[in-house]
């Protein structure tokens, strides 16, 4: 399982902030396109597959979610690391 792209965004999402859109690859069989970062009120970032209308086009099992945004947050750190040394 691998992020294949990340773009840091900041904008609100329900009251939440979405801090990055991404592409992972699943599998090598699977790709999902269009997922979501988001900074929850309470501070926890969770990921978010898109929607179509109203639903969720995906969702994952705990630990998947756990292992996907783990994925995300260090491919984000790893991309504003600079920015914030910038501004340091």
Known sequence: ?????LQPIDEPSGGHRAI???DL??????RLYGLRL?????????TFAP???SRRVATFATELAARITSLAID????????DSQKAA
Do not use: N
């Open 75 to 82: 491919e984000h750190k790893a991309l504003t690391a600079h």
């Open 51 to 53: 929607q179509s209308g």
């Open 20 to 22: 990055a859109v991404f």
């Open 25 to 30: 690859e699943l599998t090598p069989e699977a």
């Open 1 to 5: 399982m691998r992020i294949l792209y």
């Open 38 to 46: 988001l900074r929850m009120r309470d501070g926890r970032l969770l």
